[in-house]
């Protein structure tokens, strides 16, 4: 996972970072800027010609989304994507601290973030729909492993450090 403390503030998405070396081929990580927004699923809703699929998702979805996704383009470009491959992805999600925190939390500057609206689950969906917008992955059915979690910052930048890296079989594993 990126130390999270380093990186600048700022909205949009950060230049990605050199691959790091693994077994399986390089783990590419990269940072979007801004406050995760949850995406709920599809929706059907009727108009004069049919019913059109909608998705549904918490206000400032479509930025978020194509921030993720932009940043999942330059990494592409720089690195490469992963087609079809499968792999795994981490998400480490910042969120702003509210003011009811104690001053006992607030000094320690993080805290875990349990907030009824930012469901963890379709945080992810955004991530991973806009890795696949992005053309990092060729879909997120290819993603195998999620490793993510969401926390309060009192201060420095908000917004999702993600990495992806091909996803390794460990047969011994497998066949226990």
């Given at each position: ?18 691959p790091e ?78 003011k ?7 000094r ?17 969906r ?6 696949t ?10 993603v195998?492993?999620v ?7 009192a201060?420095?930048?908000?917004g ?17």
């Amino acid at each position: 996972m990126l130390p999270l403390d380093h990186l600048p503030a700022g909205e949009g998405a950060s230049p990605s970072a050199a691959p790091e070396p693994s077994p399986a081929g390089p783990t590419i990580r990269f940072t979007v800027y801004g406050v995760p927004v949850t995406q709920g699923g599809m929706k059907a809703v009727p108009t004069p010609a049919g019913y059109r699929q909608v998705t549904t998702g918490g206000k400032g979805l479509l930025p978020w989304r194509q921030a993720v996704a932009r940043a999942a383009r330059e990494a592409a470009e720089e690195h490469g994507g992963f087609g079809d491959r499968a792999v795994v992805v981490t998400i480490d999600f910042r969120f702003p601290m509210p003011k009811a925190r104690t001053k006992a939390q607030r000094r320690l500057g993080v805290w875990f973030h349990q907030g009824r609206r930012d469901d963890i689950d379709k945080l992810e969906r955004a991530i991973l729909d806009g890795l696949t917008e992005g053309g990092l992955i060729a879909d997120d059915g290819n993603v195998v492993d999620v490793h993510k979690r969401k926390r309060e910052w009192a201060g420095g930048w908000l917004g999702a450090a993600i990495g992806i890296s091909p996803a390794v079989l460990d047969v011994d594993e497998a066949f226990r």
